[in-house]
């Protein structure tokens, strides 16, 4: 089945730097990923998606960048804030339509 | 606030015994999926309705089971709880069948399973 991992646990950033969060997946035919923003005791939200068409998206203050040929994602968050504190997951819409998530990287951002 | 209720916010329960999980999606919306989370495993995806009828299952035990009513609301009905079961279970909404549209995630409940 598909696998998808991130690289570190945790991360933690120095308010106003820049934050990059990393994932790994397995299934090549996945052709639809979300990085979704976790905070403590709620639920996940979503922050940005990407098609497998593309190679990079641009949102607020956060950008994904996909590369097939190594299937990875990553997730920069520009200048980061206190309120970016949070567990940050990738998912993948892999096999039977469903999704696939990560273990979740926590980040903290030190003020 | 994604618009999607979960009810109960907290269960705490007992082994063997069943216990059922509500979620209302957000106005408009007639997609419902269910997800397990726990601390070694991260968000498991359970199953999904679209309006009325399941469209997909994931990891979901047999133990478990879930619909989706007319009025688009959804339960999830977990039996013969194990310790194992103590997670936090999240529904999710999206307006249509497909997927790759956002899900919008409720608060969750967190069930323990003494």
């Known amino acids: 089945g598909e696998s998808v991992g991130l690289h570190l646990p945790t991360l933690s950033v120095q308010e106003g730097d820049n934050s990059i969060i990393n994932c790994a997946y397995s299934?090549?035919?996945?052709?639809?990923f979300i990085w979704y923003k976790q905070e403590s005791g709620k639920g996940p939200q979503f922050i940005i998606d990407?098609?497998?068409?593309?190679d990079k998206r641009q949102g607020q203050r956060v950008t994904v960048l996909l590369n097939k040929t190594v299937k990875h994602l990553s997730l920069q968050i520009a200048a980061t804030q206190p309120g970016d504190s949070a567990v940050y997951f990738c998912a993948e819409n892999g096999s039977g339509n469903q999704f696939y998530f990560g273990t979740g990287t926590s980040l903290t951002v030190i003020p | 606030d994604s618009g999607v209720t979960q009810t109960p916010k907290h269960l705490i329960t007992a082994t063997g015994q069943r216990v059922t999980l509500r979620c209302s999606p957000r106005?408009?919306?007639?997609?419902v999926y269910w997800y397990q989370q726990s601390l070694d495993q991260g968000l498991q995806f359970l199953i999904h309705?679209?309006?009325?009828?399941?469209?997909a299952k994931g990891n979901i035990l047999e133990r478990f089971s879930a619909q989706q009513f007319p009025d688009l609301h959804s339960e999830l009905n977990l039996s013969s709880l194990e310790l194992g079961d103590s997670a936090l279970y999240f529904c999710?909404?999206?307006?249509?069948?497909?997927?790759?549209?956002?899900?919008?995630f409720g608060p969750g409940t967190r069930l323990l399973v003494l």
């Open positions: 999710a909404s999206s307006p249509r069948w497909d997927p790759q549209e956002t899900q919008y």
């Open positions: 299934n090549s035919a996945s052709d639809y």
């Open positions: 106005s408009g919306d007639l997609s």
């Open positions: 990407i098609r497998s068409n593309m």
């Open positions: 309705y679209y309006n009325g009828e399941e469209r």
